[in-house]
């Protein structure tokens, strides 16, 4: 698999709804999520840190939104 510009931004729209993604692994379709897990890359996505737990395995998660804060102060950046 490889990543281009906008590649996933261009397929969120797509979709004409709010700006959530599910990437799976061949051959699952994501049914049955129960783990949320995020990446992070600390270089425009040409690389990828280690997987987080953002919210642990429970029952069947959907749509679990997550934002980030933007404003200037001691949480910027978190999630």
Do not use: H, Y
């Amino acid at each position: 698999m490889s990543w281009t510009d906008n590649t996933l931004q261009a397929a969120v729209e797509a979709q004409a709804g709010p700006g959530v993604m599910m990437v799976v692994a061949s051959g699952n379709s994501g049914s049955s999520c129960s783990t949320v897990v995020a990446f992070r890359s600390t270089d425009n996505g040409a690389t990828w840190l280690a997987r987080s737990t953002a919210l642990p395995g429970g029952q069947s998660e959907d749509k679990e939104w997550i934002a980030m804060d933007n404003f200037p102060g001691p949480g910027q950046g978190n999630l």
